[in-house]
């Protein structure tokens, strides 16, 4: 694999190898105590420290692992209030709204959507002034942007750090059909923005 190939899949979000179940185990102990020794890692996988330490590596130079980091309890350090931010944005724009979004610190992460909106943003306010300020202020005084409807969260009731394979279970086809679901596809523009 040249390393122009190494890059893209690093970026692409996928594995230069498909990952086995050892790999999988040792996600699991890292979503678990990221700051876990590699000596107590390879304890609960149930292989050699050198092993351990040597997929830990690789699961980083493949981008499976992007980084490590705290989780943090957000009304105790300070930021009492989140939001959701739905934002349509104007054909055309969407590599400067993308550009604008990075460089926002209140944004504490942001996706693209299919749907009524084009983005979806959740921030993070001292109180719902700050949420006010940021989504008048700030994005709606954008010019690629269109319209954007706030929503402050009430509770967080589930946050995972992440998912894994073998965390969904599997579903019967007894369930209902998708009468219940709309599926609007993506406008063109934002189904073809490429990964940063």
């Given at each position: ?8 899949t ?14 999988y ?51 105790k ?115 073809s923005?490429?990964?940063?």
């Amino acid at each position: 694999m040249s390393s122009k190939d190494a890059a893209d899949t690093k970026h692409s979000g996928r594995s230069a190898t498909p990952l086995d179940e050892t790999a999988y185990r040792i996600l699991e102990v890292l979503r678990d105590n990221g700051r876990v020794s590699i000596a107590a890692l390879a304890d609960k996988v149930g292989i050699s420290r050198a092993n351990a330490y040597t997929r830990v590596e690789s699961l980083v130079h493949d981008g499976v692992i992007t980084g490590f980091s705290a989780r943090v309890d957000q009304a105790k350090a300070g930021l009492s209030i989140g939001a959701l931010v739905f934002v349509t944005v104007l054909p055309q724009a969407w590599a400067s709204f993308r550009d604008r979004v990075l460089e926002m610190p209140d944004v504490e992460w942001c996706a693209i959507t299919t749907g009524e909106h084009d983005a979806m943003l959740l921030i993070r306010a001292v109180d719902v002034s700050g949420v006010h300020e940021f989504s008048t202020g700030v994005i709606a005084q954008l010019p690629e942007v269109r319209t954007v409807v706030s929503v402050v969260v009430l509770d967080e009731v589930i946050r995972r750090p992440y998912l894994l394979p073998g965390d969904l279970p599997e579903r019967t086809s007894e369930i209902a059909p998708l009468g219940m679901t709309r599926w609007t596809p993506a406008s063109p523009g934002r189904d073809s923005l490429p990964p940063r």
